[in-house]
């Protein structure tokens, strides 16, 4: 003990915090310093503000109104009785469970799927891969629904194969079975288009090594190249299960009594009037998208093994062993076959005039589609086109400021902005209602909401595509324009945009995609002036008019296809030969 009774072993101890606390202070100072140098250009100054005001206007507010209102009750009485019922509740809980278990049979089928046809493309010799591709676009440019909706057709109770073909007569496709074969078919691309890019990375000198060296190709494969990829297996697992946990559409289409939490927060709010209950359901499934998004990002991300070693390597020898080709190989273009014909039924379905009774040709359901419909057509497609050179440009310009510049805030800007790829669709919606249903922000039932959620949900591929791209350009380019006396406006539009064109019309192409088929956010957003192409379409499955919903989904389908035409013919009068797609943008 010293003079003073302390103990002189507390002395280092205090010591180290003070070291901490001076570092601190560095960091805090620098910061400061740097976000002020940033801030001295008046446009830089003003375009951070103005993004940070509306990423806390547009996806945190809502987010916080949502937790808000699951604390209070209907007598404005602050109350955890709603979070209470989800686990007390039968129906709820029974969501809850229903929920997790789905997300775990088809992420665990998904993601196997999903790695044979990424392996068949990197490692086997086969002709005609390329149309794994093709079949990996379907779901991107189709409704969310349309999986299920030839399964229906097929498997249902008049359905084609179950019906008239084996001559079943109490067929029940509904329920977990219709779902766990749905979101299988529907999410296992995402997997696929994750891995192969992975798997065609991996030095194929590694496994040429071990094969030297006297290991069988079981062995290979087993040591080698699935430890290589483990990192992107775990992350395609965990983005399949986000996806399943925040699926609303399939659920609705064809989950029968099967529920789940996304189409819970849906009928709690919606159907039974129970805000509180209906928050309280969406919180948990932001929680729950949430922890895996993160897991996702931060850890499983980060977990990679580098196998590009700067050093010239062999082209992969290609594996031609039948005994793996054929049974790889041919599961993959069953598969593929399968997927083509369950999207190819869609536009056929349109012209059959009652589906498991008269399968004579008809244009009726076009008519039907054109005179109810109109409005929905118009508005849908009127909306995506203003909403899709908004988030190209807004992605554009996050993806600058967080690449590019330096300032406190940089870090939420970031966070915030790629936060609504992992919020369920189903969350932002209610949070939408319960945030700009009164004063301040009185958007209800106008045009501006829906372009909000469309600009939303949107954003972050743009920001990832605009990241990857200006990673790659050497920022002395641009630092070149400003010395010549460029201000920062000048500099973006006149240098970084035109070399990130390629990033900016690929997130353009997802933009209008992402727009044209939304359906969980926007379900509850739709309103007597407005009407949307997939809340017609969803309507029209609910009622069984197959028919319909197959014109509506092929018109659907027809007008995105159109616009790919259009971006790609744009993109390629600006001379760029880089032509990415939304596919590329999704992963």
Request: net charge positive; with cysteine.
């Amino acid at each position: 003990m010293d003079k003073g009774g302390q103990s002189l072993l507390s002395f280092p101890v205090w010591h180290g915090k003070g070291q901490e606390v001076n570092k601190l202070k560095s960091y805090a100072v620098n910061q400061l310093k740097v976000t002020r140098n940033t801030f001295r250009d008046p446009i830089i100054a003003a375009v951070t503000v103005s993004m940070i005001a509306v990423l806390l206007i547009f996806v945190v507010w809502p987010l916080l109104e949502v937790v808000k209102q699951s604390l209070v009750d209907t007598a404005g009485n602050y109350s955890f009785q709603a979070y209470k019922n989800i686990f007390t509740m039968k129906e709820t809980y029974k969501a809850f469970c229903n929920t997790i278990m789905l997300a775990v049979i088809v992420g665990i089928l998904a993601t196997v799927i999903g790695f044979l046809f990424a392996y068949c493309t990197s490692h086997l010799q086969i002709r005609g891969k390329r149309i794994f591709n093709l079949m990996a676009m379907m779901p991107m440019v189709s409704p969310p629904f349309s999986v299920a909706l030839s399964i229906i057709m097929l498997f249902g109770s008049r359905g084609l194969i179950t019906y008239n073909l084996l001559g079943w007569t109490n067929t029940n496709i509904y329920g977990l079975k219709g779902l766990i074969f749905v979101q299988t078919i529907s999410y296992f691309p995402i997997a696929f288009l994750l891995l192969a890019g992975m798997l065609r990375s991996i030095d194929s000198s590694i496994e040429d090594a071990a094969r030297d060296l006297g290991s069988s190709k079981w062995r290979t494969f087993s040591t080698i190249t699935v430890p290589l990829v483990r990192p992107g297996i775990a992350n395609a697992f965990l983005l399949v299960f986000i996806k399943s946990v925040a699926d609303f559409a399939n659920p609705m289409a064809i989950g029968g009594n099967f529920s789940t939490l996304a189409t819970q927060v849906y009928l709690q709010a919606i159907g039974s009037y129970d805000v509180q209950g209906g928050a309280a359901v969406a919180v948990v499934l932001l929680d729950i998208a949430m922890i895996l998004f993160i897991l996702s990002k931060y850890w499983v991300e980060k977990k990679t093994y580098v196998t590009v070693l700067g050093k010239a390597s062999r082209e992969r020898a290609m594996i031609k062993d039948p005994a793996v080709v054929i049974p790889v190989a041919g599961f993959c273009f069953l598969m593929t076959a399968v997927v083509l014909a369950i999207y190819v039924l869609i536009p056929i379905a349109s012209l059959i005039k009652m589906w498991g009774v008269d399968y004579s040709f008809t244009l009726a359901h076009y008519k039907y589609a054109f005179e109810v419909g109109r409005n929905a057509i118009r508005d849908t497609t009127l909306l995506a086109v203003v909403s899709t050179p908004i988030a190209g440009i807004l992605g554009m310009i996050v993806a600058y400021l967080v690449v590019r510049k330096k300032f406190i805030g940089r870090g939420f800007i970031n966070f915030a902005s790629l936060l609504s790829i992992s919020v369920p669709g189903t969350v932002i919606g209610i949070g939408y209602i319960l945030t700009f249903n009164d004063y301040p922000l009185q958007l209800t039932g106008t045009a501006i909401i829906l372009i909000a959620a469309f600009v939303i949900r949107a954003l972050p591929i743009g920001i990832r595509a605009g990241v990857s791209s200006l990673q790659q350009i050497d920022p002395g380019i641009e630092e070149a324009a400003a010395d010549l006396g460029s201000n920062a406006g000048r500099v973006f539009t006149t240098v970084t945009l035109p070399l990130i064109k390629s990033a900016f019309f690929g997130g353009l192409v997802y933009s209008f995609i992402r727009s044209m088929t939304s359906i969980s956010a926007v379900i509850f957003l739709v309103s007597a002036k407005y009407s949307l192409l997939t809340v017609l379409i969803l309507d029209q499955v609910e009622d069984n008019q197959f028919g319909v919903a197959s014109a509506f989904s092929t018109i659907l389908i027809l007008i995105v296809y159109a616009a790919i035409v259009g971006i790609q013919l744009l993109l390629g009068r600006f001379g760029s030969h880089n032509k990415e797609t939304a596919s590329e943008g999704e992963m």
